[in-house]
């Protein structure tokens, strides 16, 4: 696997790109991504690298990195919305490809920020007539 | 400068208290111009009349926004305070000048919501009268 | 016939553009009060818009990604978070004089009132977008709005004197008694038109809407090249044609139904009813435009499923911000705000949002990850720069006119 390694900047090519599930469907940003640092890194000469271990996605993410009142307040209301808290972390392994957007290996209704998306489907616009039907 | 050119241009939407004779007067040439400008507006739908077409309803609907534009740029300078004694004389001639204007418009917008054309294509000379004496007022008062 | 049709998106965007509810009485009332001095602005804006439409065309036939993406990978959550407001904010309000429009434009057809028409129109704009296909709905609108031609025949048909107009097109002088701050003020309101953010979020949407591949760069070149121009030859016309015969007689343009004198004058009852068509599909295409690209901008901040390419029960969230704005834009509407000086306005704070767009767009269109061998020319990147400067200083000048001049009084 290492013959097919490049170098990236994480925060430009990971930091707010589209993701894309295994339907083609568009599943969200990347709002944040988790790395694990190494104990004692970068002194602790176990030679181990920080790695990027998920993508994370959701208003609640998004909240989290704006800081200031508006983050604040933002993630504050998002805890009320959503009290279990679920943070929407999607392992690295589940990345299928890295380009203008972010192919993931899964579906997006696994994902937690599609709630508010089935939120909307079932009481807003699955009640409108037509709402199942392709456009003519 | 540019302060004082804007002011002129002002119309309906900047009606506050008069400061002075000679903003009072720029009030006054504005108010004209506008009024002039919805005169010849009818003007130019009499003349389309004139030409037999029939329209439907679109040159009344001009006929009537032009004649309520007048009326409110007329009402708006009525409700403004001359500054002085001097100042009433422009009063009188403002208001006598857009009163004859309304009128002709007026009647514009009766013809043309009887379907009287004839009666419509009759006023153009009435119009064009009121829209010179508007436009006389406006240069011999601009300063 | 496909090929005739396949530049119909880049017709409907520039239409929503150049010759929307304000921009038709906009540049009529230009044209009566500075005559033919402000049609520079019109140029200067077609080559702008010509210019980034063509890279955010690009941008979306190569990498899959429409404009707001791009806006908030490259400038982050934040900045685009302020973007996103502004925008939102600009298109609210144009989407509420255009529904306003599509009834004026009614009004004059029947004579009655605006207000009657209002609820209707705006229904009738939600049930397109809910149930009409994309392509359709381009082609039809798109097309429809070429009735507007009518204008440039108006002027046509007029015979006027070509080299004086075009002598009094090149050197611009202030009519007798008008200010500088005020010209400047409608340079930047015309500029601001001919750049509004959402002709690129809409225009770089539909690409991805008809499934652009990097095949299509042609299909992008044309719709650019053919639709904007048009565009704002209509915004010319509509000004030459206010400046030959409603300048002469010192009539001051306030309503659409002025704008139809100089076409009814020379062409008789036919020639208004192609234009009240055209008023009708441009102002209707307008609104369309706009109540879209509510739901574009936000879902492509947030990485929502947009689009009319699925069903809408798939982009639920797109949909409902979509039906939102337009039930807001009815109620503002309804409450009989003039819908035109809305417009006028909503043309200011668009100026102060455009940096915030074009700036990503130049960067992205010449970043290799996305373009590969398809980014930008030198020749292009040299001319962004340029209009990048220029959008700069309208956005810095744009505030501070509107209060110095009492909005173009």
Partial sequence: MMAAARVMDAALELLDRQLIDCDDRLAGNVDDV?????????????????????????????AERFG????????????????????????IGQVRDIGSAIRLGLRSDQLASNRMEVWFRDHVVGKIPGAGHAAE | MAVAFAAIGC??????????????????????EHVRSSVRTVELAVQTAAEGDDYGPYLSRVISQAEDD????????????????????????VDELTQQALDVLSKARIAIRRGDVGGLVQLSSDLTAAGDQLEQFGESEHV | MKKLFAVTLGILTAIGGFVDIGDIVANAAVGARYRWALAWVVVVGIIGIVLFAEMAGRVAAVSGRAVFDLIRERLGPRFALANLIGSFFVNLLTLTAEIAGVALAL???????????????????????????FETLEDVFGLLGLAMMVIAVTVWRAGPDWGSIFHEASHPTLPPGEGLPTYFYYAIALFGAAMTPYEVFFFSSGAIEEHWTRSDLFVNRANVYIGFPLGGLLSLALMSAAALFLNPVGIT??????????????????GLAVLLVGFFAATFGAALETALSSGYTVAQYFGWQWGKFVRPLQAARFHTVVLAAVIVGAIIGLSSVDPIKVTEYSLIFSAVALPLTYFPILVVANDVGYMGDKVNSRLTNALGTVYLVIVVVAAAAAIPLMFATKAGA
Avoid: M
């Avoid at chain 1, 209301?77 to 679920?86: C, E, I, S, V």
């Avoid at chain 2, 119309?11 to 004209?32: M, N």
């Avoid at chain 2, 409700?79 to 422009?90: F, N």
């Avoid at chain 3, 309503?255 to 009852?269: F, I, W």
């Fill in chain 3, 107 to 133: 009004e004059l057809a029947t004579d009655v009132n605006y207000l009657l028409w209002l609820p209707v129109c705006a229904l009738a704009v939600w049930l397109v977008i809910w149930r009409v296909k």
């Fill in chain 2, 70 to 93: 007048a009326s409110s740029a007329a009402n708006a300078f009525d409700t403004i305070q001359p500054p002085g004694e001097t100042s009433d004389e422009v009063r009188d001639q």
């Fill in chain 2, 11 to 32: 119309a309906v939407g900047c009606v506050g208290s008069s400061q002075g004779e000679a903003d009072y007067q720029h009030k006054a040439v504005a108010t004209t």
């Fill in chain 3, 253 to 270: 343009v306030e309503h659409l139904g002025q704008v139809a004198l100089p076409t009814t004058l020379v062409l008789g009852r036919t």
């Fill in chain 1, 34 to 62: 988790e790395i694990v640092i190494p104990d004692r890194w970068p002194d602790g000469a176990s030679g181990e690298l920080p790695v990027v271990t998920a993508l994370l996605s959701g208003p609640g993410v998004l």
């Fill in chain 1, 68 to 91: 200031g009142s508006l983050g604040r307040g933002w993630s504050a209301l998002h805890r009320r919305l959503h009290p279990d808290g679920a943070l929407i972390s999607i392992p």
